[in-house]
């Protein structure tokens, strides 16, 4: 994990000229790095940069800084691996085969996303959000964050920050879980959906 946040900063560390290079054309370009969601139309300014890459079923991933593509090829296999056996716990759960989500859904040929945020100090940080509160669409979410924080969850109307233990996951269910197995979050999981990054 430390490798990878380790080679995620050496990326926005690269001069914005190279950065550019992974811009992508729209928000289905397999490599993709940025400001902000699309800052042509938000009222309210999202202080992150961000890479988002395609990773599976064909791993996509920027060429600079050296080695970074190697590192981050080996850590998305092995997430995809833990996302697996969780996947398996909640088929389990659920009092399912524990491979039936997996097979169900076809996770061998499903889309992995690998995206990683840096929110840079901000001069005026009321006037500036990291992330605003959404859910995420995709089925699970595996989450790692540095020593700085700032990542909230929403349960029950109320926001309470998230205090990361170091080298481990946070593990978030996504929109896709939900409209599949609605009847799991409501007895199995976590009521919290949303999530914030507040700077």
Known sequence: MKGMIDACRRFFDLKEEEKREFQGTDILSPI????SFNPTVENVLFWRD????????????????????????????????????????????????????????????????????????????????????????????????????GLQVEHKGKWFNVNAIPNSFLVNTGDQLEVHYPFALSTTLSSSRKMQHIL
């Open 32 to 35: 993709r790095c940025g400001t």
């Open 50 to 149: 961000f890479l988002k890459v395609f990773v599976h079923p064909l791993f996509h991933f920027p060429g600079k800084p050296a080695g970074f593509s190697e590192v981050a090829q080996e850590y998305t296999q092995e997430v995809k691996e833990v996302g697996g056996e969780l996947l398996k716990g909640i088929s389990k759960s659920l009092g399912m085969e524990k491979g039936y989500i997996e097979k169900a859904m076809n996770m061998d040929s499903s889309t992995q996303v690998l995206i990683a945020n840096l929110y840079p100090p901000c001069p005026q940080p009321e006037l500036a959000l990291g992330m605003p509160a959404h859910s995420d669409h995709g089925f699970l979410t595996l989450l790692i964050q540095n020593e700085v924080g």
